[in-house]
């Protein structure tokens, strides 16, 4: 009986951890991958946005996706996903890296709202995906979180050591420099969150003129105290 897999389950769970910011049952995957291996993965390239406003925040994606970065694999890829009732998360790096990501942050979320009976602060939150991101096998993911809670509107920029910073705005991504220098320009704090959509589209835009890893469409993420909006937009011209 010592060896059985009911065994085995059960030391698991006397062995898990307690920390509430920690992954709550087992360990995260280890696949083991090679680099030339890894040129061969579909990547997203990308250009993303998070601005935080007065109303909530807003996060803009551009669509391609990229083989080895020579190659347009696609051309209608959501890279911003729903991970907490009032919090977005980016798609940045290898495809596969970033939605196994998305995936184990959105189970714990639930657990600890299911656990505790109320939903995960973006402090919380942002502690989570940055050991997730320092302690996983992800492929060098760079992602936007982005969410609303009792303490505010919260946008943070993720590395893959695990360093999590905070700020009024962010970009990350292969367009980042072009995303950048429009934001500087066009941010004011204040702005509403239609403001904020028609800028943060203007930065989307921007990259895609220059950066041949960012095109195709924007999508754009509204992050509020009810809920989160994501559409997509082939024509920029709906949004500017």
Known sequence: MDNSQFSRNQDRLDNASSDPLGPSIGSLPDPQISESELENVNKTGTTTVGLTTDEGVVVATDMRASLGGRFVS??????????????????????????????YLRVEASLYETRRGEKMSMKALSTLAGNFARGGPFFAIRPILAGVDDEGSHVYSLDPAGGVIRDDYTVTGSGMQVAYGTLEQHYEEGMSNEEAKEVAARAIQSATERDTGSGNGVFIAEVTEEDVEIQGHKDFDELL
């Open 74 to 103: 696609s051309k209608d890829v959501q890279k911003v996903e729903q991970i907490h009732p009032n919090a977005v998360l980016t798609l940045v790096g290898s495809v596969g890296g970033a939605q196994s990501f998305i995936k």
